[in-house]
């Protein structure tokens, strides 16, 4: 009798778990310069919603971003969240979304020499000031009350796995300045950039042995390389080190794009994932903001289910 009982334990253990650990409205987050052309707009979207997250990324209707913006504008935003019952979930910076110093990266358009020049200059101009980028995010992180920060593998190569050790020891040396403010960095598995499928992810991590690495996952980038993110992609990632989830608003809304997301957050809360997901719209037709309107809807419809 008891072992029959222990047994019947064991195997509801699992559902119990997703039970308690379910993703519901309160874990979703957008990124607010793709619901809103104001600050002031986002955060009106998210009272709509009864959403208590953010993730930031430009400031809406500006160029400047919130890991580089000047300490006195930073903590006017951290405020203004904080005045309407927002926190921070993530801080997507652009970092390391360059040319990897001795690589040229493969596009899918031939580039002009111009464009070329142009590009180069920038990954210098990058890579010589990133530690002064990076303490300056850190402490924009630390003012919006955020403690998560993405950063890119450098772009994409012909043969990316060729130049994973270079990738990971420069987002080691960022490790290393990130853990002693405590902050953890995020790999997101960028379409342009160098780690893109799940089981790149696995192999890369294997690479970052920092307790603060870890990685931001959007499945809808691997589609894009014509993998089968949920179930097949899922199933290649270490689980423990998912801390952060992104959904494209294709992929919630679109009839050859739609993904699984009932399924990817029944298997996330399964499996013990505890961070929010963010809604990275991504339409680029001038409709953004109303796709985030439908984006939400859909989700909404989604968690009811």
Not at 31 to 54: H, M, N
Not at 83 to 88: S, T, Y
Not at 96 to 123: A, C, M, V, Y
Not at 197 to 214: I, S
Request: overall charge positive.
């Amino acid at each position: 009798m008891y072992r029959r009982h222990f047994l019947a334990s064991v195997a509801t253990a699992p559902f119990l778990r997703a039970a308690a650990n379910r993703i519901d409205i309160s874990r979703i987050a957008v990124i607010t310069d793709e619901v809103a052309k104001s600050p002031a707009d986002a955060i009106a979207f998210c009272k709509q919603y009864g959403l208590r997250w953010v993730e930031l990324r430009n400031i809406p209707g500006q160029k400047d971003h919130y890991g580089l913006i000047p300490d006195s504008q930073v903590r006017q935003a951290a405020k203004e969240f904080a005045d309407n019952g927002l926190k921070v979930s993530f801080l997507n910076t652009p970092f390391f979304k360059i040319t990897l110093p001795g690589t040229e990266p493969e596009f899918r358009k031939p580039e002009s020499p111009d464009n070329r020049e142009k590009r180069l200059t920038r990954s210098k101009e990058e890579m010589a000031r990133r530690k002064d980028d990076f303490q300056r995010a850190f402490h924009n992180c630390h003012v919006l009350g955020v403690d998560k920060m993405r950063v890119f593998t450098f772009l994409r190569v012909a043969e990316p796995r060729k130049v994973f050790q270079q990738v990971a020891d420069i987002i080691g040396e960022m490790a290393a300045m990130a853990d002693r403010e405590g902050i953890r960095l995020l790999v997101e598995n960028e379409t342009s950039c160098n780690v893109v499928t799940c089981d790149e992810v696995a192999d890369f991590l294997k690479m970052m042995p920092q307790k603060n690495v870890a990685f931001n996952w959007d499945p809808d980038n691997g589609a894009a390389l014509k993998e089968v993110p949920f179930p097949d992609g899922y199933a290649l990632l270490p689980k423990k080190r998912i801390e952060n989830v992104q959904m494209k608003g294709k992929s919630l809304l679109e009839a050859d794009r739609k993904l699984d997301w009932a399924g990817i957050f029944q298997a996330l809360a399964r499996d013990g994932y505890r961070g929010a997901v963010g809604i990275e719209t991504h339409y680029f037709d001038g409709t953004v903001i109303e796709k985030s309107h439908l984006s939400l809807k859909e989700i909404g419809r989604i968690l009811e289910s």
